[in-house]
């Protein structure tokens, strides 16, 4: 199957946390994700433009942050227009970012983006409260499938 996330063709790491072992890479969990992603996860300011056939819009810090919990790795910014920063993530050689599909034919510069925190992210409560929500729908997921 052909995925439309940059890196998926090499996003080939596997779970360095126990508790996610059922995910065997981070194809398998965009698959998850896209059942999951909604209105309520994205980002308040993008929540208007969101739709069905944009999953991705507002979702990259805390899926980035959500896959880097379950991989391991460090997460990256990409700094935007506005000043905020477009999370991704590295593990190793493996550079992958399950929510590029939300700026279309838009190609981002993956190289040299500065290192981002969950404490600085997670300052902002509204972005601690989406991730823990899809934190949680993604854990009730896994446990409907096995």
Not at 69 to 96: A, P, T
Not at 107 to 116: A, F, G, I, M
């Amino acid at each position: 199957m052909n995925y439309n996330f940059y890196g998926w063709e090499t996003a080939d790491v596997s779970p360095v946390n126990e508790e996610y072992k059922a995910i065997k890479n981070p194809r398998m969990l965009y698959d998850l994700l896209s059942e999951i992603w909604c209105a309520k996860t994205c980002a308040p300011r993008m929540r208007h433009e969101w739709n069905e056939d944009n999953k991705t819009l507002g979702q990259c810090s805390i899926t980035a942050f959500l896959a880097q919990d379950i991989f391991g790795g460090k997460v990256y910014g990409i700094l935007r227009s506005g000043g905020n920063y477009h999370c991704y993530n590295v593990i190793n050689d493996c550079v992958f970012d399950l929510t590029s599909e939300q700026f279309g034919d838009e190609k981002l510069d993956y190289s040299e983006n500065p290192e981002q925190f969950r404490e600085v992210h997670f300052a902002k409560e509204e972005k601690r409260l989406r991730y823990e929500f899809l934190k949680e729908s993604l854990n009730k997921l896994i446990e409907k499938q096995c």
